[in-house]
Structure formats: C-alpha cells, structure tokens
C-alpha cells in the first residue's frame, strides 16, 4: 500500500512568515532563496528561487491553502510526478510546508507559457509543436 509522504515542517530563515502571501524576493525557505515570483493564480505561487546548498536555479510551488484535501492532491501531484522519468516531464526535488501550507521544489526550465508562444503564432509548424 502506498502511502503519502509526510509533509516536512520547514522554518524560514529569517522572520516566521504568518501566510505563503507574505513570501517575496529576497526571503528564504529552508535553504531556498527567492529570486522573483514566476506566476500566481487562485490556489497559489510559483517562484524562481536559488538553492544555496547546490548553487542551482529551481522552480518553488506554493499552495495557498491550509484545506487538507487540497495538501493532500498536492501531494499527490508531487508523488504521481517523482514516479515519473521523462525529458517533457518537470523533476520534483523536494516537498514541505511552510507557514501551513504545501510547497514543492522543482526543476526550473526555461520557457515561456504556451498562451503566450500561441498568441505570437497560433499555427505553429508541427516539429515545434511537437517539441
């Protein structure tokens, strides 16, 4: 039977933050740096971020929730993900929570949207499509 991973407690660095909308650039959790945020939208955030201990650029997800159903598809989210090896399909290094909310460390890729890249040419030729 699988179970879903524990959700590790991570403290800040700096002051503890009361809700995941309070984290910005500059701030840290764990050992990630917040570099600027990425996206936002109703459920929560992404921001690029720097990993102190490896020096590499990650992408972190932040649930804006403390409503254990959601937690827990998010997590799931995360290990449906981890289970996965594909050069199309984003790397998950870590899951946690702070401030009473879910985060998961991912790859950080290089890109933009695809609305946006379809705005620009909405019929793109099928190699790049397939790409």
């Known amino acids: 039977m699988n179970e879903a991973p524990?959700?590790?407690?991570?403290?800040?660095?700096?002051?503890?933050?009361?809700?995941?909308?309070q984290l910005g650039p500059g701030m840290r959790i764990n050992h990630y740096e917040l570099?600027?945020?990425?996206g936002s939208g109703g459920m929560g955030t992404v921001f690029l971020a720097r990993d102190t201990r490896l020096g590499r650029r990650v992408a972190i997800k932040l649930l804006h929730t403390e409503n254990p159903e959601f937690t827990r598809r998010f997590i799931l989210e995360a290990r449906a993900t981890a289970q996965c090896s594909h050069e199309n399909i984003v790397i998950i290094h870590e899951v946690g929570e702070v401030a009473g909310s879910p985060y998961m460390v991912l790859e950080f890729l290089q890109g933009q949207p695809l609305n946006k890249l379809l705005k620009a040419s909405?019929?793109?030729?099928?190699?790049?499509?397939?790409?």
Request: without cysteine; glycine residues 4%; hydrophobic residues 40%.
């Open 6 to 21: 524990a959700i590790r407690r991570v403290t800040p660095v700096q002051e503890p933050v009361a809700h995941p909308s």
């Open 122 to 131: 909405p019929r793109l030729p099928p190699a790049r499509a397939v790409g």
């Open 35 to 38: 570099i600027r945020q990425l």
